[in-house]
C-alpha cells in the first residue's frame, strides 16, 4: 500500500468519525482493525461515549463552536499558565465551599433537635449520606458533559435514553447505598450501645433510605437541566456542572435528612409499623429503576461495574461518621459538628479537582496499563508538590488555596452566626494546622492512587473520586477531632 492511499485512508476515517460524532450516532462499530495506533490520528479514530474521561477543551471548542473536529497532533495538552488556573480553580471551589460552610451551620441547628438526641446513630449516617455527592452526582456531571461534548445527546431520542438510563441507574445507587449506610451505621452503634433497638434501626434505614433517593433524585434534575441549558447557550458544561453539584449536594442532603428523619421519629411510636412500610415501598422500586437503566448501553455497563468504589467508600466514610457521633457527648468537642462538613467538603473537592487533572494528563500521553516516564520508580510524597510539570503545579495551587479558603469560611461562619467572640488565634492555627495535613495527605495519596489505577487498567476517573472523598471525610473528621483535643489543652 502506497504512502498516499494511507494518507487518504485516514482522512477518510477521521471524516467518518467526525460526522458520527457529531449527529450522535454510535461510533463503537469501529473495530480494532480499522483505527490506527498513531498518535496522530489516535484522537479522531476513538469510539467515545458518555463513560469514557472527560475530553480537552480543544475538542468541545472545535467540535461544538465550528462543528468540525480537528485533530490534535501529538495528543499535546493545552498550556495553562498558574494565573489562569488559580481563576478557574477559585470560583468553583468558594462556592463549593459556602455550600459546606451552610450544611455544617444546618447540622449545628438540628443536633438538637429530638431525633438526633434519641437515635445517636443518625450522626454516622451523615458523612456517607453527604458523601453521595461525590459518589453518584459528580460522576453523573462527569458522563452526561462527557456525552454532550462528543455528541451524544444531539439526537432526541438518544438524549431522552441516556438522562433516563443514567438518573435511573443513579436511583438504584442511591437506594441501595442508603440502606446499606443504615445498616452499617446500626452495627457500629451496637458494638459500642451493646445494645440495638429495632425500633430504631428501622426509623434509620427508612430515614437513609428516603433520603438518599429523593436528595438523588432532586440533585439529577438540577444537573440534567444545568447541563442540557449550558449545551444550548454554548457553555463547556465541564466547567460549571460539577461545583453545582458539589455546592448543593451537601445542604440539599442534610435539610432532607433532618426534616424526614424528625418526621418519622414523631410517628414511629403512634404507628411503628410506618417506618418498616416505607422502607419496603422504596425498595421495591429498585426493580423498576434497573429496569430502566438498562434503556442505554452505558448505564448497563455501569449498573454491573460501578459498586466496589462506592461502597468501599461509603464504609470509609461511616468511620468518619462514628468519630463524629463519639464526640456528641463530649462537650469539649461540640465544635465538632459545626466545622466538620466544612472541612470534609474542602478537602475532598480539592483532592477531586487534583485526581481529575491527573487522570486528563496520563490520558493525553499514555495508554490505558502504562505509565509515563516521570511516574516510574520509586515515590516519594515531594514528588506531588516539587515537580515543574502540570500535576505539580496543580498541587502547589491547591495546597496553597487551602489556608486562604479556610481562612473565608472560618469567618464566615462567624459572621453569619453574630457571635460576638470572634474565633480565637489557638483555634485558628489548630484548624489551620488540621486542614492543611489533611489537604496535603489526600492531595500525595491521590498521586499514587491515581497512578496505580491507571497502571491495572482502571479508569481513574470512576474510580479515584469516591475513594478520596471517602478518605477526606475520614481524615478531616478525625484532624478536627484532635485540633478540639489540643484547644482543650492549651485553653
Same mark, same amino acid.
Given at each position: 500500500?502506497?504512502?498516499?492511499?494511507?494518507?487518504?485512508?485516514?482522512?477518510?476515517?477521521?471524516?467518518?468519525?467526525?460526522?458520527?460524532?457529531?449527529?450522535?450516532?454510535?461510533?463503537?462499530?469501529?473495530?480494532?482493525?480499522?483505527?490506527?495506533?498513531?498518535?496522530?490520528?489516535?484522537?479522531?479514530?476513538?469510539?467515545?461515549?458518555?463513560?469514557?474521561?472527560?475530553?480537552?477543551?480543544?475538542?468541545?471548542?472545535?467540535?461544538?463552536?465550528?462543528?468540525?473536529?480537528?485533530?490534535?497532533?501529538?495528543?499535546?495538552?493545552?498550556?495553562?499558565?498558574?494565573?489562569?488556573?488559580?481563576?478557574?480553580?477559585?470560583?468553583?471551589?468558594?462556592?463549593?465551599?459556602?455550600?459546606?460552610?451552610?450544611?455544617?451551620?444546618?447540622?449545628?441547628?438540628?443536633?438538637?433537635?429530638?431525633?438526633?438526641?434519641?437515635?445517636?446513630?443518625?450522626?454516622?449516617?451523615?458523612?456517607? @449520606? &453527604?458523601?453521595?455527592?461525590?459518589?453518584?452526582?459528580?460522576?453523573?456531571? =462527569?458522563? %452526561?458533559?462527557?456525552? /454532550?461534548? !462528543? #455528541?451524544?445527546?444531539?439526537?432526541?431520542?438518544?438524549?431522552?435514553?441516556?438522562?433516563?438510563?443514567?438518573?435511573?441507574?443513579?436511583?438504584?445507587?442511591?437506594?441501595?447505598?442508603?440502606?446499606?449506610?443504615?445498616?452499617?451505621?446500626?452495627?457500629?452503634?451496637?458494638?459500642?450501645?451493646?445494645?440495638?433497638?429495632?425500633?430504631?434501626?428501622? @426509623? &434509620?434505614?427508612?430515614?437513609?433510605?428516603?433520603?438518599?433517593?429523593?436528595? =438523588?433524585? %432532586?440533585?439529577?434534575? /438540577?444537573? !440534567? #437541566?444545568?447541563?442540557?441549558?449550558?449545551?444550548?447557550?454554548?457553555?463547556?458544561?465541564?466547567?460549571?456542572?460539577?461545583?453545582?453539584?458539589?455546592?448543593?449536594?451537601?445542604?440539599?442532603?442534610?435539610?432532607?435528612?433532618?426534616?424526614?428523619?424528625?418526621?418519622?421519629?414523631?410517628?414511629?411510636?403512634?404507628?411503628?409499623?410506618?417506618?418498616? @412500610?416505607?422502607?419496603?415501598?422504596?425498595?421495591?422500586?429498585?426493580?423498576?429503576?434497573?429496569? %430502566?437503566?438498562?434503556?442505554?448501553?452505558?448505564?448497563?455497563?455501569?449498573?454491573?461495574?460501578?459498586?466496589?468504589?462506592?461502597?468501599?467508600?461509603?464504609?470509609?466514610?461511616?468511620?468518619?461518621?462514628?468519630?463524629?457521633?463519639?464526640?456528641?457527648?463530649?462537650?469539649?468537642?461540640?465544635?465538632?459538628?459545626?466545622?466538620?462538613?466544612?472541612?470534609?467538603?474542602?478537602?475532598?473537592?480539592?483532592?477531586?479537582?487534583?485526581?481529575?487533572?491527573?487522570?486528563?494528563?496520563?490520558?493525553?500521553?499514555?495508554?490505558?496499563?502504562?505509565?509515563?516516564?516521570?511516574?516510574?520508580?520509586?515515590?516519594?510524597?515531594?514528588?506531588?508538590?516539587?515537580?515543574?510539570?502540570?500535576?505539580?503545579?496543580?498541587?502547589?495551587?491547591?495546597?496553597?488555596?487551602?489556608?486562604?479558603?479556610?481562612?473565608?469560611?472560618?469567618?464566615?461562619?462567624?459572621?453569619?452566626?453574630?457571635?460576638?467572640?470572634?474565633?480565637?488565634?489557638?483555634?485558628?492555627?489548630?484548624?489551620?494546622?488540621?486542614?492543611?495535613?489533611?489537604?496535603?495527605?489526600?492531595?500525595?495519596?491521590?498521586?499514587?492512587?491515581?497512578?496505580?489505577?491507571?497502571?491495572?487498567?482502571?479508569?481513574?476517573?470512576?474510580?479515584?473520586?469516591?475513594?478520596?472523598?471517602?478518605?477526606?471525610?475520614?481524615?478531616?473528621?478525625?484532624?478536627?477531632?484532635?485540633?478540639?483535643?489540643?484547644?482543650?489543652?492549651?485553653?
Amino acid at each position: 500500500m502506497t504512502m498516499g492511499s494511507v494518507t487518504e485512508e485516514k482522512q477518510k476515517e477521521c471524516q467518518l468519525t467526525s460526522a458520527q460524532l457529531l449527529s450522535g450516532e454510535n461510533v463503537h462499530q469501529f473495530t480494532p482493525e480499522t483505527r490506527r495506533p498513531d498518535r496522530t490520528s489516535s484522537f479522531c479514530s476513538k469510539a467515545f461515549s458518555e463513560s469514557d474521561p472527560l475530553l480537552p477543551n480543544e475538542f468541545y471548542r472545535t467540535a461544538l463552536a465550528s462543528g468540525t473536529i480537528s485533530q490534535i497532533h501529538g495528543q499535546e495538552m493545552p498550556s495553562e499558565s498558574v494565573r489562569a488556573m488559580v481563576v478557574q480553580i477559585l470560583f468553583p471551589f468558594l462556592l463549593a465551599g459556602f455550600g459546606t460552610v451552610l450544611a455544617g451551620m444546618l447540622l449545628d441547628v438540628v443536633q438538637h433537635w429530638d431525633v438526633f438526641r434519641n437515635v445517636t446513630e443518625i450522626f454516622i449516617l451523615v458523612p456517607p @449520606l &453527604l458523601g453521595l455527592k461525590g459518589n453518584l452526582e459528580m460522576t453523573l456531571a =462527569s458522563r %452526561l458533559s462527557t456525552a /454532550v461534548n !462528543v #455528541g451524544r445527546m444531539n439526537s432526541s431520542s438518544e438524549r431522552w435514553n441516556l438522562i433516563i438510563g443514567n438518573l435511573a441507574l443513579k436511583q438504584v445507587q442511591a437506594t441501595v447505598l442508603g440502606f446499606l449506610a443504615a445498616l452499617v451505621a446500626s452495627a457500629l452503634g451496637w458494638i459500642l450501645e451493646e445494645e440495638l433497638i429495632m425500633n430504631h434501626v428501622a @426509623l &434509620l434505614c427508612c430515614c437513609s433510605v428516603v433520603t438518599a433517593f429523593t436528595s =438523588s433524585l %432532586l440533585q439529577g434534575i /438540577v444537573m !440534567v #437541566g444545568v447541563i442540557v441549558g449550558s449545551k444550548k447557550v454554548g457553555v463547556n458544561p465541564d466547567n460549571i456542572a460539577t461545583p453545582i453539584a458539589a455546592s448543593l449536594g451537601d445542604i440539599i442532603t442534610l435539610g432532607l435528612l433532618a426534616v424526614i428523619s424528625q418526621g418519622f421519629f414523631y410517628c414511629m411510636e403512634p404507628y411503628p409499623y410506618i417506618t418498616y @412500610l416505607v422502607c419496603v415501598v422504596f425498595l421495591c422500586l429498585t426493580p423498576m429503576w434497573v429496569i %430502566l437503566s438498562f434503556r442505554h448501553t452505558e448505564s448497563q455497563k455501569l449498573l454491573l461495574s460501578s459498586w466496589e468504589p462506592i461502597i468501599t467508600s461509603m464504609v470509609i466514610s461511616s468511620l468518619g461518621g462514628l468519630i463524629l457521633d463519639r464526640t456528641i457527648a463530649n462537650p469539649k468537642l461540640e465544635g465538632v459538628v459545626l466545622y466538620s462538613p466544612v472541612i470534609n467538603g474542602v478537602g475532598g473537592n480539592l483532592v477531586s479537582i487534583q485526581a481529575s487533572r491527573i487522570a486528563t494528563y496520563l490520558h493525553f500521553h499514555c495508554p490505558l496499563g502504562e505509565l509515563p516516564d516521570n511516574a516510574k520508580g520509586y515515590y516519594c510524597p515531594c514528588r506531588s508538590f516539587c515537580s515543574t510539570g502540570p500535576n505539580g503545579r496543580s498541587a502547589q495551587v491547591l495546597l496553597t488555596l487551602a489556608i486562604p479558603g479556610h481562612l473565608v469560611f472560618i469567618y464566615s461562619i462567624y459572621l453569619i452566626q453574630g457571635s460576638p467572640d470572634p474565633p480565637t488565634a489557638a483555634f485558628v492555627f489548630f484548624y489551620l494546622g488540621a486542614a492543611f495535613t489533611q489537604v496535603f495527605l489526600l492531595l500525595s495519596i491521590a498521586d499514587v492512587m491515581v497512578h496505580c489505577l491507571w497502571k491495572c487498567g482502571r479508569d481513574p476517573d470512576s474510580f479515584s473520586i469516591p475513594y478520596l472523598t471517602a478518605l477526606g471525610d475520614l481524615l478531616g473528621t478525625g484532624f478536627l477531632t484532635l485540633c478540639f483535643l489540643l484547644m482543650s489543652l492549651v485553653t
